[in-house]
């Protein structure tokens, strides 16, 4: 036990949100210490990959990058697409959190989708063992969210979560501890920008970068149009797809609203399935407890309202959705021995 300790103080031991567009750490003790995306930058010599830049960096290199170097996110769909990648990922910022010290090999915790595959938990474990880790914990996502959002999962009664992330949107009903039944759907922030792309493509002749699709959601994105008018304007700039230009056009609310309106109704659909699925007694109790919403996807405009019409249940939005599956898998990290059941560790 005081060897336990010991190395505990020294590893610093840690829960990561391995996230499609961002990775969270939270170190035990200390909380949240980094908030990073999820993307490397490497440079291709003699066959050889070489990393340039992780994170913040990495990002600002996304479409911008000469042919010798690739930025990608080794992460789709919220589970590993490229493990050797992946790796140096978790690697660097395992050594970020240490200060590039030497330390002792940390526990980890990571979070993983629900509806992740034997082999993807098993690429996730082995990329957190290869980066440095003592001993790996998984714990599902959901779960993790609803811990992080206050939620009471540990009693005898129905709690609903909607994990709304990156890659993919996770819906989930809690009981005891446990996931009674999950969905996920690959619709979440990633397919936001992709149908905000592919709209500007289609109606306006303009391509528009990742980043700038980002930008356009988190400034005027909403689930529904404007009940007057056409809401809220900005400009945008892009390449013309007629002339190959420059060009700069404005852009309303209404027209993101369109945008979006398919990737907002896959997530109510995969809801709706979820709900019918749920067993009577969970289902009197989310009829009174209501629907949680978690992930950065769940701050797009007026989504609670289009879910709270669309289910005739209460919907409400997490203190910090943005955070709620890093903290709750840091809860599950600072009281391991009580939420051990919660962990996956074969």
């Given at each position: 036990?005081?060897?336990?300790?010991?190395?505990?103080?020294?590893?610093?031991?840690?829960?990561?949100?391995?996230?499609?567009?961002?990775?969270?750490?939270?170190?035990?003790?200390?909380?949240?210490?980094?908030?990073?995306?999820?993307?490397?930058?490497?440079?291709?010599?003699?066959?050889?990959?070489?990393?340039?830049?992780?994170?913040?960096?990495?990002?600002?290199?996304?479409?911008?990058?000469?042919?010798?170097?690739?930025?990608?996110?080794?992460?789709?769909?919220?589970?590993?697409?490229?493990?050797?990648?992946?790796?140096?990922?978790?690697?660097?910022?395992?050594?970020?959190?240490?200060?590039?010290?030497?330390?002792?090999?940390?526990?980890?915790?990571?979070?993983?989708?629900?509806?992740?595959?034997?082999?993807?938990?098993?690429?996730?474990?082995?990329?957190?063992?290869?980066?440095?880790?003592?001993?790996?914990?998984?714990?599902?996502?959901?779960?993790?969210?609803?811990?992080?959002?206050?939620?009471?999962?540990?009693?005898?009664?129905?709690?609903?979560?909607?994990?709304?992330?990156?890659?993919?949107?996770?819906?989930?009903?809690?009981?005891?501890?446990?996931?009674?039944?999950?969905?996920?759907?690959?619709?979440?922030?990633?397919?936001?920008?992709?149908?905000?792309?592919?709209?500007?493509r289609m109606y306006h002749k303009l391509a528009v970068g990742e980043a700038t699709a980002e930008r356009m959601k988190k400034e005027i994105g909403s689930a529904c149009p404007p009940e007057d008018?056409?809401?809220?304007?900005?400009?945008?700039?892009?390449?013309?797809?007629?002339?190959?230009?420059?060009?700069?056009?404005?852009?309303?609310?209404?027209?993101?609203?369109?945008?979006?309106?398919?990737?907002?109704?896959?997530?109510?659909?995969?809801?709706?399935?979820?709900?019918?699925?749920?067993?009577?007694?969970?289902?009197?109790?989310?009829?009174?407890?209501?629907?949680?919403?978690?992930?950065?996807?769940?701050?797009?405009?007026?989504?609670?309202?289009?879910?709270?019409?669309?289910?005739?249940?209460?919907?409400?939005?997490?203190?910090?959705?943005?955070?709620?599956?890093?903290?709750?898998?840091?809860?599950?990290?600072?009281?391991?021995?009580?939420?051990?059941?919660?962990?996956?560790?074969?």
């Amino acid at each position: 036990m005081v060897i336990e300790k010991v190395f505990g103080y020294f590893s610093r031991d840690m829960a990561i949100d391995l996230g499609t567009a961002n990775t969270l750490v939270y170190v035990k003790g200390e909380g949240v210490v980094l908030n990073e995306p999820s993307v490397v930058a490497l440079s291709e010599i003699s066959g050889k990959k070489q990393v340039l830049a992780v994170g913040d960096e990495a990002k600002r290199m996304l479409g911008k990058t000469p042919g010798k170097i690739r930025a990608i996110r080794p992460l789709k769909d919220g589970v590993i697409a490229d493990f050797e990648v992946a790796e140096q990922m978790i690697k660097h910022f395992i050594r970020k959190i240490h200060n590039r010290k030497s330390f002792s090999n940390p526990q980890v915790i990571v979070c993983v989708p629900s509806g992740a595959t034997n082999v993807e938990r098993r690429a996730i474990r082995e990329s957190a063992d290869a980066a440095g880790a003592r001993r790996v914990y998984l714990i599902e996502e959901p779960v993790a969210a609803a811990i992080g959002a206050g939620l009471p999962v540990g009693d005898a009664t129905g709690s609903m979560i909607v994990d709304i992330g990156g890659g993919t949107t996770e819906v989930a009903i809690l009981s005891l501890g446990g996931v009674v039944l999950s969905t996920s759907v690959k619709s979440a922030g990633d397919k936001f920008d992709e149908s905000i792309m592919e709209y500007m493509r289609m109606y306006h002749k303009l391509a528009v970068g990742e980043a700038t699709a980002e930008r356009m959601k988190k400034e005027i994105g909403s689930a529904c149009p404007p009940e007057d008018g056409n809401g809220e304007t900005m400009y945008v700039k892009g390449r013309d797809l007629v002339n190959g230009l420059p060009k700069e056009i404005a852009i309303n609310q209404r027209q993101i609203a369109d945008a979006l309106a398919e990737p907002v109704a896959q997530i109510i659909d995969t809801i709706k399935k979820a709900l019918e699925q749920t067993p009577a007694e969970l289902a009197a109790d989310i009829v009174e407890r209501g629907i949680m919403l978690t992930g950065g996807g769940s701050l797009l405009g007026n989504l609670d309202a289009v879910l709270r019409r669309a289910t005739s249940l209460p919907v409400s939005i997490a203190e910090d959705p943005l955070l709620c599956v890093v903290i709750g898998t840091g809860k599950a990290l600072e009281e391991k021995a009580k939420l051990s059941e919660l962990f996956y560790t074969e």
